[in-house]
């Protein structure tokens, strides 16, 4: 009977156990004092109601303890769940270091994929148990939100910036992917699935629908094609900064703010130059909205984060 409805989507993650375990308790606080304050209610109800000949009581002194102890309970509970989830939230919202960045684009009504290798896949994703996976996403035209329950993994994707979220899969198998936030008349049908492998099939997999490019040589292509380099030399010889290792470094902006270069920022310093034009130099970059999708965008972005032209790009290579 369970296995034919499943109260709880299976477990294939390493979060799913944990955000279980806090959903447990949540239930279990829940119930047990609903049936507490409910049998106490029914109880008192029958115990003290009303009768010939027995006169109400006066009020007595409040109780000093029970006044703290029905304070202090709720409170320490509701800090355990606080400290609790945001362990979880944390734990989430930070990809390991040693991620594998996936990047992927929402639309109306399906979800692109492109792995690192280069191979790209559209409402299918293949990934191997064992090894955490970072997910680089964007929208290119309405939220849309990326849910794999039995990863218990849900994050939206945001239109005009990028969001991200991560999961490592423990075992092989196929797992419903769905978009959770309403997106228009075929939102139910935008599904698919996650498919786990062993690290050895994956391989296969991978080697066999390998392109001819990996995603940082595509953005290295656009980067040229777009005549990005023109004046992004590599040394900072252009007009513009040099963009090696400016990922995940902390930049000055005219307007006298810093700004962290992430994701939202590199998308926005491509797509809206002139609302973060960075110190020292005009804002002459032209806006490359219109021209380059949310694919190109991203591919630029993986190519600006593996060195962009600099040396560490051509190490890696
Ligand atoms: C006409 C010259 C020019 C072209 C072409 C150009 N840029 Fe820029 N870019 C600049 C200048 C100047 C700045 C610094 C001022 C600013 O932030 O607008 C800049 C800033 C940036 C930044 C932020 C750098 C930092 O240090 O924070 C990024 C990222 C960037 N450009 C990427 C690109 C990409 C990708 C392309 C091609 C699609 C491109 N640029 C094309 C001139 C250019
Ligand atoms: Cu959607």
Request: with cysteine.
């Amino acid at each position: 009977m369970l296995t034919l409805f499943p109260l709880f989507p299976e477990q294939a993650s390493t979060a799913a156990a944990k955000v279980d375990a806090l959903y447990f308790f949540l239930l279990g606080v829940s119930a047990f004092f609903s049936i507490l304050i409910f049998t106490l209610l029914i109880a008192f109800a029958v115990r003290y109601r009303r009768r010939p000949g027995r006169r109400r009581p006066e009020r007595g002194p409040a109780a000093l303890w029970l006044e703290l102890l029905w304070s202090g309970v709720p409170a320490g509970l509701a800090f355990v769940m606080f400290v609790w989830g945001a362990e979880i939230y944390f734990a989430g919202a930070n990809a390991p270091q040693r991620s594998t960045e996936i990047d992927v684009v929402a639309r109306q009504w399906m979800w692109k994929f492109q792995h690192p290798e280069g191979n790209m896949e559209i409402n299918e994703l293949h990934v191997p148990a064992g090894r955490p996976f970072r997910l680089v996403m964007a929208s290119e035209d309405v939220i849309h939100s990326f849910f794999v329950p039995a990863f218990r993994v849900k994050a939206d994707v945001v239109p005009g910036r990028i969001s991200s979220t991560w999961f490592e899969a423990t075992r092989p198998g196929s797992y419903h992917l769905f978009c959770a936030q309403y997106c228009g008349t075929q939102h139910s049908g935008m599904i698919g699935a996650v498919i786990v492998m062993t690290p050895a099939r994956f391989e296969q997999w991978l080697a066999a629908t390998r392109p001819s490019e990996p995603a940082s040589a595509s953005g290295e292509k656009l980067f040229s094609r777009l005549g990005c380099g023109s004046c992004h030399a590599p040394g900072g010889s252009g007009t513009g900064p040099d963009l090696e290792g400016l990922f995940g470094s902390t930049v000055r902006l005219r307007n006298g703010q810093t700004a962290r270069a992430d994701e939202t920022y590199l998308r926005r310093a491509i797509l809206e130059p002139s609302s973060q034009v960075v110190e020292g130099y005009d804002p002459v970059m032209p806006t490359y909205q219109g021209l380059v999708g949310e694919q190109g965008v991203l591919q630029l972005i993986t190519y600006i984060k593996a060195g962009a032209g600099g040396s560490s790009m051509r190490a890696a290579r």
